[in-house]
């Protein structure tokens, strides 16, 4: 069985023309983005394969990907599709998660400043002063650990 199928893009680009062959306990994979057309296994291939819901997929790709699904089913291949599609979004949203506490730990707790000899150093702040002119280095340095 042969799928082909229109995805979208991270970055919003146009869309990646995604392939699907399953023949003989053999899958074949092509996507013309730029991973893809060095031959390696891509993000998309692996979406479509795991049936990522969240993938951009138009109906007529979701009916497809959903017969492709039936022609792998109960394969070790479409166990491992789906658990890399999960693990992938578990990484997207644990890093979205990170990124919002850096940015709130920046704006609230640290002052990052430079040393005589260029080094940056950073400095925790336990309750950030309403201006940090009237902080020195001896004040916060004591509770940096």
Known sequence: MEVRILMSSDSGHQPYCVS???EDSLVRCNCDCPDGIV????KHALRAMGNNKEAGFDSSSRTRIEEFQQSIQG???QTLAREWVELEQTAQTTKKRADLIRREIKASHVRIG???TGRQSIYVVPHPP???KDISVEDVSEDFP
């Open 39 to 42: 031959g390696r296994l891509c």
């Open 130 to 132: 309403e201006s940090t």
């Open 114 to 116: 430079r040393s005589g």
């Open 75 to 77: 394969t070790q291949l």
């Open 20 to 22: 699907l062959e399953f």
